[in-house]
């Protein structure tokens, strides 16, 4: 018998509480892990086969978007509601088994329509590869259902375990391959055997806590409601706009239409961009702010509520995103030749202009449009695709990695901003000028602080100093309000609260 879920002995503050220290932990070592396995890969490698390796890694993204049409987001966003153990199990398994037969079906077409597409992007030679990556992909698929099960039960502790075990195992892998002078062909098997790791580590974690699959989760099919119906298409198309602005598609258009180097180049900028990004609180909390931002609207039904959290999520979101492009601004270049090679100073630009993206433009605008129940309006901020797609390649053609990476931050924010405007609408969702300027003014100070000191000591040492001015500064301008200081003293375990009450004066 599966141990009771915690949502139903335990107040919502209670478990986002318990599962705070676990979200915290599963993106900071995910990030750690996962930059160390890409720097010994880029270090490893030559840029053209870095390159290679990039875009074919990329595939992933594609298989698992088509075969959930929006059913990742239904999970998360549903399953909450459910107020039986045994309905939210019956939820899971019905809808991961028949999306796994729709992943099999990509999957499977993917494989053989290959060799078309294979020496346009300039992977000709590289099918053997794919055919190690391809299961991989698929249970990964399958990771992802389980992984949003346990998220919504506050299961963030074995999700965090999870997470590491599979990291953990893609860079002892590496460290074996480049021992061994791997090719790319044991890199792709090694992505293989972690993830079919990580799947029987979730596959058993979720039959212990949210109770196993039956027979008939197979025969029956999920009913859904038409608001159910409604969101998940809406979420479906929102994802596939999102999908021809991400990493991948920006990949697959400079594999087209530039060079494998100049891929290497764009790959290294959004690798780390991208492992910012997981540091992010909007990104580390999210599975736990979607549920707690659903479930405390369906108890207030109050604007009021949505702008707090909404205010609360951006502002410490900028803290940290601000943090990234005052430091990386004054000593990036440097620390990119340093810890990669000479080869990717080049990256600086193209990961500057997507750390301006993510910095300036970026704000948890969706989540709120999926909570006030009009997750249409996120379809209709996809005309940025345009943008991505109609400048990305003659950007491409011309500027290669930093023309792609400026089409993408232009992308960024036009869809943003569409999505704000929709929802000053109807809604009176007020942007946190007040607070997005003392995090700039924060930033200027420290940015120029680094100027300073990179010309008299190490840019090592003048980055850490850096990152205690920016702690400081965050202080100092009071950045977060009172009421900000009190949620977010609310919802932090008591051990942890001195040192939150050092970083941000809760």
Request: net charge positive.
């Amino acid at each position: 018998m599966s141990d009771p879920e915690p949502t139903d002995v335990l107040s919502l503050k209670d478990s986002a509480r318990r599962s705070l220290p676990y979200a915290v932990l599963s993106g900071a070592f995910r990030i750690v892990l996962s930059l160390t396995g890409m720097l010994l890969l880029v270090r490893y490698l030559p840029p053209n086969l870095y390159g290679k390796w990039a875009v074919m890694i990329g595939f992933g993204a594609p298989i698992i978007l088509f075969s959930s049409l929006g059913f990742l987001h239904s999970l998360m966003r549903f399953t909450p509601a459910l107020e039986d153990a045994e309905g939210r199990s019956r939820f899971l398994w019905s809808v991961l088994f028949r999306r796994l037969a729709v992943a099999l079906v990509i999957c499977i077409a993917t494989f053989l329509a290959f060799p078309l597409f294979a020496e346009r992007l300039g992977l000709a030679e590289q099918s053997e590869v794919l055919s190690w990556l391809i299961p991989g992909f698929f249970l990964l698929t399958a990771s992802q259902y389980l992984v949003v099960g346990l998220n919504a039960g506050f299961h963030q502790r074995e999700v965090f375990y999870g997470s590491v075990l599979q990291q953990s195992g893609i860079l002892i892998t590496v460290l074996l391959g480049i021992q061994w002078k791997a090719d790319l062909v044991y890199f792709a098997a090694a992505q293989f055997v972690a993830n079919a790791i990580y799947t029987l580590f979730n596959l058993t974690v979720a039959i212990r806590y949210l109770g196993g699959p039956r027979w008939v989760d197979l025969k029956t099919k999920h009913h859904e409601r038409s608001e159910e119906t409604h969101y998940r298409r809406s979420s479906f198309v929102d994802d596939l706009g999102n999908s021809f602005i991400s990493p991948d598609m920006s990949r697959f258009i400079l594999a087209a239409f530039s060079t494998s180097p100049q891929v290497a180049i764009y790959a290294v900028a959004t690798n780390i961009v991208q492992r910012l990004r997981a540091l992010m609180p909007l990104e580390v909390f999210r599975p736990l702010a979607t549920v707690v931002f659903f479930k405390r609207f369906e108890e207030t039904s109050t604007i009021a509520e949505i702008n707090r959290m909404f205010h609360l999520l951006f502002t410490v979101n900028r803290i940290v995103t601000v943090a990234y492009l005052a430091l990386f601004i004054p000593i990036g270049h440097e620390a990119l030749v340093w810890i990669f090679r000479a080869d990717y100073g080049d990256s600086y630009l193209p990961a500057l202009a997507l750390l301006i993206s993510m910095g300036v433009f970026g704000m948890p605008i969706g989540l709120v449009a999926q909570t006030l129940r009009r997750p249409q309006w996120l379809v209709y901020s996809k005309i940025a695709v345009l943008l991505n797609l109609g400048l990305g390649i003659p950007l491409t053609i011309e500027y290669g990695a930093l023309g792609m990476a400026c089409a993408t931050a232009l992308s960024e924010l036009s869809k943003n901003l569409i999505v704000y405007g929709l929802l000053r609408r109807e809604f009176e969702i007020r942007y946190p000028w007040g607070a997005s300027i003392r995090i700039f003014m924060a930033a200027t100070v420290v940015a120029l602080l680094l100027l300073f000191l990179k010309q008299h000591i190490n840019f090592i040492v003048a980055g850490g100093l850096g990152g205690v001015a920016w702690l400081v500064s965050i202080r100092v301008f009071q950045v977060l309000s009172n009421d900000q200081r009190q949620l977010l003293r609310g919802v932090t375990p008591p051990r942890f609260q001195k040192a939150l009450g050092l970083l941000v004066g809760a």
